[in-house]
């Protein structure tokens, strides 16, 4: 079972208190979830674990292969959850605005977004160089921030609130981070997001990160999450 880490670090700010519910309770089939990365191990894990919970619509974003993607659309379909399919560049804010505005048109908002897009990390990140270790934080650390700094204000128009859940980089990887000292270069998830809590506990938006695992069992803390 995997449960929000207990790292002080991913963990966010001091004053952040992440047991903390702050959204309005939705019943997952009155939900609208977003999952990045749908094409991906991952990101199919939980949307499709989501469509089997029952939740009402699951909207997944690709940014590589469209045809993985597509299976997990037909799948999620299946299952009897409504599905939408688009492409996403999850370090393109432009791209990322686009598409939320698009769900929201298509379904009439956001309850859930479930940053999963990833790439892997280069196999010696301590010895990568500086180009390759800037696309895998641009993708596994900035782009779960910049998808969560976009899709707040379309959660902080709605009553309800909603849920926002990013998925930690192991914790090596972190420790080869810190190691390069590069100004302005994020070295965990939470600490991307960290600018961003004051906001979203005001708009009634709660945000969780897990603990890296495998897509199984990331799927599996998502939908608790998400039928708390």
């Known amino acids: 079972m995997i449960t929000p880490t207990n790292d002080p670090q991913e963990n966010g700010p001091a004053g952040f208190d992440l047991d903390k519910t702050y959204h309005v309770d939705v019943p997952i ?3 609208v979830c977003v999952v990045t990365g749908g094409g991906q191990a991952r990101g199919r894990a939980i949307a499709e674990a989501l469509a089997r919970a029952g939740a009402k619509t699951v909207a997944i974003t690709y940014s590589g292969d469209r045809d993985a993607a597509h299976v997990a659309y037909v799948n999620i379909q299946t299952l009897g959850s409504g599905c939408l399919l688009a492409h996403m560049d999850v370090t393109d804010r432009t791209s990322v605005r686009q598409v939320f505005l698009w769900i929201q048109g298509q379904v009439g908002k956001i309850d859930v977004l479930v940053n999963a897009e990833k790439v892997e990390w280069p ?9 390759e270790r800037l696309q895998a934080v641009g ?9 969560t700094d976009e899709v707040l204000p379309f959660m902080g ?13 192991e914790e090596e990887v972190t420790a080869a981070l810190k ?9 965990s ?9 004051g906001l979203a506990s005001s708009r009634q938006v709660t945000m969780r990160v897990l603990s890296p695992g495998t897509p199984d069992e990331i799927a599996e803390a998502v939908v608790e999450l998400v039928t708390v």
């Open 29 to 31: 089939a009155e939900k």
């Open 179 to 187: 190691t390069f000292d590069e100004p302005g270069v994020p070295v």
């Open 157 to 169: 128009i709605q009553t309800t609130g909603g849920l926002i859940v990013g998925v930690a980089v």
């Open 189 to 197: 998830v939470s600490a991307a997001i960290k600018p961003m809590t």
């Open 139 to 147: 993708v596994n650390i900035r782009g779960q921030a910049l998808a």
């Open 123 to 131: 196999d010696h990140i301590a010895s990568a160089t500086a180009g």
